[in-house]
C-alpha cells in the first residue's frame, strides 16, 4: 500500500427495506465516501422471480465482489428471509474469499443500546457467526473511525478466521413475523 492512503473497502448493507431505510441512508451519507457501498434497493430484484434466482443474484450480482457485510439489526430485521439470504451468501466462499460479518445494533432494536443482544432478536444465521466468533456486534454509531476500525476487523477475520464460519443453518423460506 502507498503510504497515505487507504483500502476503500466494498461494503454490503443488509436491511430490512421497510423499518430500516433510514438507517441505511443515513449509513450512506455518513460513510459513502469511506466505503464502496452496496446494498439491494427496492424494485432491483423482481420479487416475481424464483426464490433460487433471487439467491444466484444476490451472490453473483451484489456479493460476489463484497469484503465486509453489515447487517442493520432492528426490531424486525431478524424475520426477513432476504437479509439470511444476503448474510448466507456473505459466508459462502467467492472468487476473492469469503466476507467479513458485522452487526450494526439500530435503535428501534430492544437491545440497543449496550454491548449485550438476546440472539432472539437477530437474524438466526448472524446469531450462529456470533457464537463461534467469527461476526462482532456493535451498537450504531456516526464515528468514521470507529466504523473503518469495525470494517477493517470484520475484513481482517475473513481470512484469520474463516475457520469459524457457520453457515450450515437452511436458508429461510418465508419472512417469518410480518
Same mark, same amino acid.
Given at each position: 500500500? +502507498?503510504?497515505?492512503?487507504?483500502?476503500?473497502?466494498?461494503?454490503?448493507?443488509?436491511?430490512?427495506?421497510?423499518?430500516?431505510?433510514? $438507517?441505511?441512508?443515513?449509513?450512506?451519507?455518513?460513510?459513502?465516501?469511506?466505503?464502496? /457501498?452496496?446494498?439491494?434497493?427496492?424494485?432491483? +430484484?423482481?420479487?416475481?422471480?424464483s426464490d433460487e434466482y433471487i439467491k444466484r443474484l444476490i451472490q453473483k450480482d451484489y456479493l460476489s465482489d463484497?469484503?465486509?457485510?453489515?447487517? /442493520?439489526?432492528?426490531?424486525?430485521?431478524?424475520?426477513?428471509?432476504?437479509?439470511?439470504? #444476503?448474510?448466507? &451468501?456473505?459466508?459462502?466462499?467467492?472468487?476473492?474469499?469469503?466476507?467479513?460479518? /458485522?452487526?450494526?445494533? +439500530?435503535?428501534?432494536?430492544?437491545? $440497543?443500546?449496550?454491548?449485550? $443482544?438476546?440472539? %432472539?432478536?437477530?437474524?438466526?444465521? @448472524?446469531?450462529?457467526? @456470533?457464537?463461534?466468533?467469527? &461476526?462482532?456486534?456493535?451498537?450504531?454509531? #456516526?464515528?468514521?473511525?470507529? +466504523?473503518?476500525?469495525?470494517?477493517?476487523?470484520?475484513?481482517? &477475520?475473513?481470512? %484469520?478466521?474463516?475457520? @469459524?464460519?457457520?453457515?450450515?443453518? /437452511?436458508?429461510?423460506?418465508?419472512?417469518?413475523?410480518?
Amino acid at each position: 500500500m +502507498i503510504m497515505g492512503t487507504e483500502t476503500r473497502h466494498k461494503v454490503f448493507i443488509s436491511y430490512h427495506h421497510k423499518n430500516d431505510s433510514y $438507517y441505511k441512508e443515513r449509513f450512506e451519507e455518513l460513510f459513502g465516501e469511506v466505503f464502496i /457501498l452496496k446494498s439491494v434497493n427496492d424494485g432491483d +430484484i423482481d420479487s416475481d422471480n424464483s426464490d433460487e434466482y433471487i439467491k444466484r443474484l444476490i451472490q453473483k450480482d451484489y456479493l460476489s465482489d463484497t469484503s465486509v457485510l453489515i447487517v /442493520l439489526v432492528g426490531s424486525a430485521t431478524k424475520c426477513r428471509k432476504h437479509v439470511d439470504w #444476503e448474510i448466507s &451468501a456473505a459466508l459462502n466462499k467467492k472468487v476473492n474469499g469469503y466476507s467479513g460479518l /458485522l452487526a450494526l445494533c +439500530i435503535p428501534d432494536n430492544p437491545d $440497543y443500546p449496550g454491548p449485550h $443482544y438476546n440472539s %432472539n432478536n437477530i437474524p438466526q444465521r @448472524l446469531a450462529d457467526n @456470533l457464537n463461534t466468533g467469527y &461476526a462482532k456486534y456493535y451498537d450504531w454509531t #456516526e464515528s468514521e473511525s470507529t +466504523i473503518k476500525k469495525w470494517v477493517e476487523i470484520a475484513f481482517n &477475520a475473513r481470512i %484469520n478466521n474463516k475457520d @469459524l464460519i457457520d453457515n450450515s443453518r /437452511l436458508q429461510m423460506k418465508d419472512d417469518e413475523c410480518e
